[in-house]
């Protein structure tokens, strides 16, 4: 049971890219390959490489982190990562975890779910799509695109580098 001092964890970022390159200064990353919808020749289909960025914050006490990424069509565990402690004493602390996903191999065609969880419970969450050959359904805009968005504009605050402009599509190579 969480005591009064324990303040849970807040996921004020997460992005599905391609990779995730630390920087060659402290605190600095290059989220490349920006994407929420990927088109694959055919399925199955294994991605050859997928990463997920989080940044949490407003959080006080010890907690578990772990990252699941979930089919929406049947709910299925497609990925887990190995859990991870995090330690903060400041609400006003930022802490970034990255998970590298190599390779995802899909079978079905639909939305996907990244889920950040702390303790067990998720702080949030965001999807992406697979499509074969075919139109997908229209993105709807979320808060972590709004995130995502205001990080591009205010990069010497965040400690962001994106190197490639984010994009809704990605064709994968056939």
């Given at each position: 049971?969480?005591?009064?001092?324990?303040h849970r964890p807040v996921l004020s970022a997460v992005v599905v890219c391609e990779d995730v390159i630390e920087g060659q200064r402290p605190g600095l990353k290059s989220l490349h390959n920006i994407a929420m919808r990927y088109e694959v020749?055919?399925?199955p289909f294994a991605l050859p490489s997928l990463a997920v960025y989080a940044r949490l914050t407003d959080a006080r006490g010890r907690f578990v982190i772990k990252m699941e990424?979930?089919?929406?069509?049947?709910?299925?565990l497609l990925w887990e990562s190995k859990e991870s402690e995090l330690v903060a004493t400041d609400t006003r602390q930022?802490?970034?975890?990255?998970?590298?996903?190599?390779?995802?191999?899909?079978?079905?065609?639909?939305?996907y779910e990244v889920n950040i969880l702390a303790d067990g419970e998720?702080?949030?969450?965001?999807?992406?799509?697979?499509?074969?050959?075919?139109?997908?359904?229209s993105l709807r805009p979320t808060l972590n695109s709004l995130v995502v968005c205001d990080a591009i504009g205010t990069e010497k605050m965040t400690g962001f580098k994106i190197l490639y402009y984010p994009t809704t599509d990605y064709l994968a190579p056939q």
């Open positions: 049971m969480p005591s009064a001092e324990t020749p055919e399925l990424c979930r089919s929406l069509s049947d709910l299925s930022i802490v970034e975890r990255t998970w590298k996903i190599r390779p995802l191999c899909l079978s079905q065609p639909g939305a998720s702080v949030g969450r965001t999807e992406f799509y697979i499509g074969v050959g075919t139109p997908l359904p």
